[in-house]
Structure formats: C-alpha cells, structure tokens
C-alpha cells in the first residue's frame, strides 16, 4: 500500500472532524479566520445562523461606542425638576423602558429612571410625595471609544443595560444600550413594536397601530379608509416628514388628520417606526 493510499480514510468524516479540518490551518488575523468559517458554511459544517453570529461577534470587537451609540440629540431625558404627572406622561409617549434623568442641562445627568419603577407611584396614586431622586439608579459613564467587547462584558459583569457616552471633554455625546451592541451580533432584537418583515401595519392594541415609514400611502389608506394623497410622497414616513418640516426626534408627535402621530425609531437622515393612534378603527385589520 502506497503512503498516498494509507492516507485516505474510507469512514464519514464527523462534525468534529470537519470543525477541525477547517481550523487546521492556524489562522492568524481576522481576515483569514473569516474566511475559513464562510468556508465552513459552504461546506455545510456551519448554518448561515451561525456564520452570521460569528461574524457578528468579530465585528464586535473592532467597533467602538461612538459606531452604535444613540446620538445626544437623539436621547430622550428625563429633567429632574419635572412633576410626578409630567414624568409619567413623557415616558408613556416614548414607549421606552430607561431614561438618563438630567439636572440644569443634558451634560448634568443625575442617574437612570427606569420606567418599571414608577409603577407602584401609579398604582397607589402617590404623586404628590414623588421625589425622582428616591428612585433614579445610578448612572455609568463609558468613553465613546470604548470597544464594543469591553462594553458588553461590562454590561454583563455591573447587570446594567445603559450607559451614558461621553467625549474626550467630559460632555454628553450620546446613550447606548445593552440591546445595542446585541443587535450587532446576533440582529436586529424584535420588541413589541417591531413589525413582521412581511407586513407594514402592526396592530398593537386597541387604538394604536406601529407603522414601518416605507408604508406605501395607497396601502395606508386602504387599510385605515383614508384619502392621503400619494403623488408627492409614496411612503407614510415621506409625508409624516413633510408635515414635520424637519427630521424629528424619537418620541417626537404631530396630528395628521384624525391621527396622532408618535416617531418611535429614527436616525439623523430618516423616519423608520411611527405609533398611529385613531380615534376611530381603520377599515379593515
């Protein structure tokens, strides 16, 4: 039997063996490490759920906060001086479950609201002795060139879900989350605002109805018996921008018709998720 002959193994090779037949070659950077697990997944050694998350997972580790984070004029805060009511109404129109509580201006922020804990407040009818103070937890403050895989263990090793982003100078530049740096590994994070891929209106409950900005205007009216024209704008989120006259905010809110009208995810170049709230059923579900 020749050497060549004696090399070839006539049983299926297992799992294992395929897993450490693609890393027999010791990669040594990233690039080639890439390379060997795509090879992988065309090889069926790996799913494409698995490549996706491993590459996820590297990328990670060469991002920074200031690639993620939510930029400062984007967070919703919370001012300290505020009453008991305005608090409650403010987050419920925000629709989010943590707040940066901010004292004279955004740089001075005194700690972390979450809304959960405003609860019993509401439950007991006890506005009149809040004091936020008694009940903000304490903020952390990361640099903006944090590297995402520092952050993450941070978050895991402190069970905090928010941290306060700031500059070189000391100054608030942003937020980011836990749910952040999530979504750079394994996507995009659904929540009970998030619409099906293949779907544009989601409704949420008896009034109120998520909305994905690139809506077409003729599918909105049909669903909601509307008349919006669609010659100058053929999204939802193109004509909620023109009446807005600028790229709002999230939380930010506008009536249009007989709709009240909540920006729920948005960035600095468009409108992405939009809460409609009817005061009357649309035409059909």
Same mark, same amino acid.
């Not at 004696?6 to 395929?18: A, G, V």
């Not at 984070?69 to 629709?95: F, G, H």
């Given at each position: 039997?020749?050497?060549?002959?004696?090399?070839?193994?006539?049983?299926?090779?297992?799992?294992?063996?395929?897993?450490?037949?693609?890393?027999?070659?010791?990669?040594?950077?990233?690039? @080639?490490?890439?390379?060997? !697990?795509?090879?992988? %997944?065309?090889?069926?050694?790996?799913?494409?759920? =698995?490549?996706? +998350?491993? &590459?996820?997972?590297?990328?990670?580790?060469?991002?920074?906060?200031?690639?993620?984070?939510?930029?400062?004029?984007?967070?919703?805060?919370?001012?300290?001086?505020?009453?008991?009511?305005?608090?409650?109404?403010?987050?419920?129109?925000?629709?989010?479950?943590?707040?940066?509580?901010?004292?004279?201006?955004?740089?001075?922020?005194?700690?972390?609201?979450?809304?959960?804990?405003?609860?019993?407040?509401?439950?007991?009818?006890?506005?009149?002795?809040?004091?936020?103070?008694?009940?903000?937890?304490?903020?952390?403050?990361?640099?903006? @060139?944090?590297?995402?895989? !520092?952050?993450?263990? %941070?978050?895991?090793?402190?069970?905090?879900?928010? =941290?306060?982003? +700031?500059? &070189?100078?000391?100054?608030?530049?942003?937020?980011?989350?836990?749910?952040?740096?999530?979504?750079?590994?394994?996507?995009?994070?659904?929540?009970?605002?998030?619409?099906?891929?293949?779907?544009?209106?989601?409704?949420?409950?008896?009034?109120?109805?998520?909305?994905?900005?690139?809506?077409?205007?003729?599918?909105?009216?049909?669903?909601?018996?509307?008349?919006?024209?669609?010659?100058?704008?053929?999204?939802?989120?193109?004509?909620?921008?023109?009446?807005?006259?600028?790229?709002?905010?999230?939380?930010?809110?506008?009536?249009?018709?007989?709709?009240?009208?909540? !920006?729920?995810?948005?960035?600095?170049?468009?409108?992405?998720?939009?809460?409609?709230?009817?005061?009357?059923?649309?035409?059909?579900?």
């Amino acid at each position: 039997m020749t050497d060549d002959e004696s090399s070839i193994d006539p049983r299926p090779k297992s799992w294992i063996d395929k897993i450490a037949q693609v890393f027999s070659d010791e990669p040594t950077d990233t690039k @080639s490490l890439l390379e060997l !697990v795509r090879n992988a %997944e065309a090889d069926q050694v790996l799913d494409a759920d =698995a490549l996706s +998350i491993i &590459e996820g997972a590297l990328q990670v580790s060469s991002m920074q906060v200031r690639d993620i984070m939510i930029p400062r004029s984007q967070v919703i805060t919370v001012p300290a001086d505020l009453a008991a009511v305005e608090i409650i109404e403010l987050i419920t129109k925000a629709s989010h479950s943590r707040f940066p509580v901010i004292g004279d201006n955004v740089d001075s922020v005194l700690g972390i609201l979450l809304a959960k804990d405003l609860l019993p407040l509401a439950l007991n009818n006890a506005t009149e002795k809040f004091r936020i103070k008694d009940v903000i937890r304490p903020a952390t403050f990361v640099p903006e @060139s944090k590297r995402l895989n !520092v952050l993450l263990r %941070e978050f895991r090793e402190t069970r905090q879900h928010m =941290a306060i982003v +700031i500059d &070189e100078y000391g100054s608030v530049c942003g937020a980011v989350t836990i749910e952040d740096v999530l979504e750079q590994i394994v996507g995009e994070i659904e929540d009970e605002y998030d619409v099906d891929d293949d779907s544009y209106i989601k409704k949420f409950d008896e009034e109120n109805y998520i909305v994905k900005a690139l809506t077409p205007v003729d599918e909105f009216n049909e669903y909601f018996g509307t008349a919006f024209s669609d010659q100058e704008f053929i999204t939802v989120g193109g004509l909620v921008l023109q009446q807005f006259g600028h790229i709002p905010e999230r939380g930010e809110t506008i009536t249009i018709g007989k709709f009240l009208i909540t !920006v729920l995810n948005a960035d600095s170049r468009q409108i992405k998720l939009i809460k409609v709230k009817s005061t009357k059923a649309p035409a059909q579900g």
